[in-house]
């Protein structure tokens, strides 16, 4: 399966919010709530923030927060901080096999 | 605590095989499937499949389909992951993390393999 398309990058200044997205089709992110974006700091083990969608694990800041609309789903990261630049990834769900497929990922720059 | 702690690195010539192990602690093994994701040197997170735990089934992706083999051990609470007809492009990250086959929560801290003659 393709995978999903992400901007390769994003920037903000402290304190701004950045908006990443994560686009698929009616087989992935649009067909089901099953979106889960990670951060992933270089030579560090990814880290799920967020899943099904809009759902926080526990101790992830409620400053990032997801979102969908059609085949399109959304991070947002308020209130940015230094730590916050990373690498972030979105998955979804594909029926084509069951399996999970990652966008691209995009690099997020905390200028 | 869940803790998910992969083998060492590995260097492999062109052609060989490499099995990584996968050891987790900290919750039922057999509630959560286990996936196996793998970076390329500047490249993005790609899924090569996902084992369930308690059946022993699997999900492969259609890359590595023929190539690649997925199997754990409920005794030792460990998976591994047999990648065969090694290439210089399969030279990689490789993470195995619990979870759905389609959202792993917790990861390992990964295992390079290098592929080189």
């Known amino acids: 399966q393709s995978a999903l398309t992400q901007p390769p990058s994003a920037s903000g200044s402290p304190g701004q919010s950045v908006t990443i997205s994560c686009t698929g089709t009616?087989?992935?992110?649009?067909?089901?709530?099953?979106v889960s974006w990670y951060q992933h700091h270089p030579g560090k083990a990814p880290k799920r923030i967020i899943y099904?969608?809009?759902k926080r694990p526990s101790g992830v800041p409620d400053r990032f927060s997801g979102s969908k609309s059609g085949n399109t789903a959304s991070l947002t990261v308020s209130g940015l901080q230094a730590e916050d630049e990373a690498d972030y990834y979105c998955?979804?769900?594909?029926?084509?096999?069951?399996?999970?497929?990652f966008g691209g990922g995009t690099k997020l720059t905390v200028l | 605590q869940v803790q998910v702690v992969q083998s060492g690195a590995e260097m492999k010539k062109p052609g060989a095989s490499v099995k990584l192990s996968c050891k987790t602690s900290?919750?039922?093994?057999?509630?959560?499937?286990i996936n196996w994701v793998r970076q390329a040197p500047g490249q993005g997170l790609e899924w090569m499949g996902w084992?369930?735990?308690?059946?022993?089934?699997?999900l492969y992706t259609q890359k590595f389909q023929g190539r690649v083999t997925m199997t754990t051990d409920t005794s030792t609470n460990t998976a591994y992951m047999e990648l065969r007809s090694l290439r210089s492009d399969d030279t990689a990250v490789y993470y195995c993390?619990?979870?759905?086959?389609?959202?792993?929560?917790?990861w390992g801290q990964g295992t390079l393999v290098t592929v080189s003659s």
């Open positions: 900290g919750y039922t093994f057999t509630t959560y499937g």
């Open positions: 998955s979804s769900f594909a029926d084509s096999n069951r399996l999970g497929v």
């Open positions: 009616s087989s992935d992110v649009g067909g089901y709530n099953y």
């Open positions: 084992i369930s735990t308690y059946h022993g089934n699997t």
């Open positions: 993390a619990r979870g759905f086959s389609w959202s792993p929560d917790y």
């Open positions: 099904e969608v809009n």
